[in-house]
């Protein structure tokens, strides 16, 4: 149970990524999500950008050091693979979707 709400929160994260990634560098969306985040620096952690939550949720899954942005901008090839990960049921082979 715990570990399909988990695979669902990182689909519907690396589904929003994909349409991101489709989207202009001009949109506000795109540069919210990809940019960094502006303001001073603060003595606690560093701000986290939505970025980072797409790479950690590719290393959950075995992928950490695939190139998300340029797979996302392929529409099927980017649904083939978050269906993948949302069909998990052991380790997926990352380097099949990168053409």
Not at 25 to 34: F, I, L, Q
Not at 54 to 80: F, N, P, S, T
Request: proline letters at 2%; aromatic letters at 10%.
């Amino acid at each position: 149970m715990l570990l399909t709400q988990f695979l669902w929160v990182i689909k519907s994260r690396m589904r929003w990524a994909g349409h991101v990634a489709r989207m202009g560098e001009r949109r506000g969306v795109y540069r919210v999500s990809v940019g960094k985040p502006a303001g001073k620096g603060r003595l606690v952690r560093p701000r986290s950008r939505w970025e980072d939550n797409i790479k950690m949720d590719l290393q959950e899954v075995g992928c950490g050091d695939m190139d998300w942005m340029e797979l996302a901008r392929g529409r099927d090839r980017w649904r083939a693979f978050v269906n993948a990960v949302m069909n998990l049921r052991g380790s997926i082979k990352c380097g099949e979707f990168l053409d």
